[in-house]
């Protein structure tokens, strides 16, 4: 159950809503936002900062916005979404490659239907077999065996 009756509610709501209308905009700077409106920053400026601390405070605020941190962490986060985009490709070529070995190795067995061959078959070449006419569109259902011995 959400935290709120409204999905625009909360923080994520707000971020979901922010990143739609401004999609450039950061999550640190939406972050400095929030807690500035949150907090009431403004109003606590206005009471006591004096020309010195709007200095200080835009001084600082050029040092952060120069040493680039949001681009480095969107950075991060694109090379991170190519590697793991890299990975799934090399998992999918995988499969594929183990699916049409699979398929070769089915397409060169022959169909047995002698009974002396297939009572001397051991385990996997009649799961193979049953494999192969299941493959074929047999509709062969699995029957559980049953010991010999009763407990």
């Not at 049953?130 to 074929?136: A, K, M, S, T, V």
Request: some cysteine; proline content about 2%; overall charge neutral.
């Amino acid at each position: 159950m959400p935290t709120t009756n409204d999905a625009n509610e909360g923080m994520l709501g707000m971020w979901r809503r922010h990143s739609r209308d401004k999609p450039s905009l950061m999550v640190g700077h939406f972050s400095n936002q929030a807690a500035f409106a949150c907090n009431e920053t403004q109003d606590f400026m206005n009471t006591l900062f004096i020309d010195e601390d709007h200095t200080h405070i835009r001084q600082e605020a050029r040092r952060i916005d120069t040493s680039r941190i949001e681009k480095h962490r969107r950075d991060t986060v694109i090379q991170h979404k190519k590697t793991v985009a890299e990975e799934n490709h090399k998992k999918e070529e995988e499969r594929h490659a183990k699916n049409a070995s699979v398929a070769k190795y089915f397409s060169a067995l022959d169909i047995v239907v002698d009974d002396a061959l297939l009572n001397t078959m051991l385990d996997q070449p009649i799961k193979d077999q049953l494999e192969l006419h299941r493959r074929l569109g047999a509709s062969i259902g699995c029957r559980a065996l049953q010991s010999a011995t009763a407990w």
